[in-house]
């Protein structure tokens, strides 16, 4: 009779070990329609995942020795999952420098963009430009033209280029006129127009053609920036599920036809 027990109690203990398969989960999602796209197991019941890896995919049963005391478990009631989406066209570079400059958008008068301009100017180092996009004075209490003083009152000695939401426009600050010397004697130029005060002074608001005067004085971006420009698109891609993005560039941009994406790249991706 002892022997018996003992042989039962070893089974159990075995039995235990053999469904303890391989590392516990953080979290798992069961009674779902996963789509894998594996061609030899197209669909499955269940996943596990441990921190930022996937540890195992198949059926609930198979799945459940992933289950820890601490495993957060999911019942997707039929839902359906699939991986991240890949975007094939998509500006990479370009996404992580808007990231880095100061969001103009979906605000209700210019004084909340004064607002971020003023906190901007005490993050960056003397001289250096302050640049934004998407303010839209249609959408504001008062709707006119931006003027530089607003901007002269925050950041006097920063240069500031703000672009409209469409593109059309760009609200500067008198120290970006004064590094394009744009004054009142410059004259519009073809295809563009400076807005003016009354007396021919520059308002600082410069319509289409007119604000490459002061665009083409703003220093390319540096490898520093670029560096976090990557990382900060890295970021925004992860955080809206889409997994993985390809980078279009000018053939004219440096490296265009390289085949390798860049180290800075490559380190960020390593992360996760």
């Not at 005391?69 to 066209?89: A, F, N, R, W, Y």
């Not at 006097?156 to 469409?166: A, H, I, S, T």
């Not at 004064?178 to 002074?201: L, Q």
């Not at 540096?222 to 809206?240: D, N």
């Amino acid at each position: 009779m002892r022997n018996m027990k003992a042989l039962m109690l070893m089974s159990l203990a075995l039995a235990a070990c053999q469904t303890q398969k391989g590392p516990v989960a953080d979290l798992v999602l069961m009674n779902g329609h996963i789509i894998t796209m594996d061609e030899g197991a197209p669909e499955a019941q269940a996943i596990a995942v441990a921190g930022d890896r996937i540890l195992a995919v198949g059926t609930d049963a198979a799945i459940e020795s992933r289950i820890g005391d601490s495993t957060e478990v999911v019942d997707l009631e039929g839902k359906t999952v699939i991986p991240g989406m890949i975007d094939s066209h998509v500006h990479f570079i370009g996404l992580g420098n808007r990231l880095l400059q100061l969001d103009a958008r979906n605000v209700r008068d210019q004084d909340e963009i004064i607002e971020r301009v003023a906190e901007q100017a005490k993050n960056v180092e003397p001289g250096e430009w302050i640049q934004g996009r998407g303010w839209d004075q249609n959408r504001w209490t008062v709707k006119e033209f931006p003027t530089k003083e607003e901007l002269d009152a925050v950041s006097p000695e920063n240069p500031v280029y703000l672009r409209r939401v469409d593109g059309h426009a760009a609200w500067v600050n008198s120290r970006a006129l004064e590094i394009a010397n744009i004054t009142r004697d410059t004259p519009d130029p073809a295809g563009g127009r400076i807005i003016r005060y009354a007396s021919g002074e520059p308002a600082g608001t410069l319509i289409d053609n007119a604000f490459r005067l002061v665009s083409q004085h703003i220093p390319p971006i540096s490898k520093e920036q670029k560096r976090r420009a990557i990382g900060l698109a890295i970021e925004e891609c992860l955080s809206s599920d889409e997994k993985l993005r390809t980078s279009l560039r000018k053939r004219s941009e440096p490296g265009a036809n390289a085949p390798k994406t860049s180290r800075a790249n490559e380190r960020r991706a390593s992360e996760h």
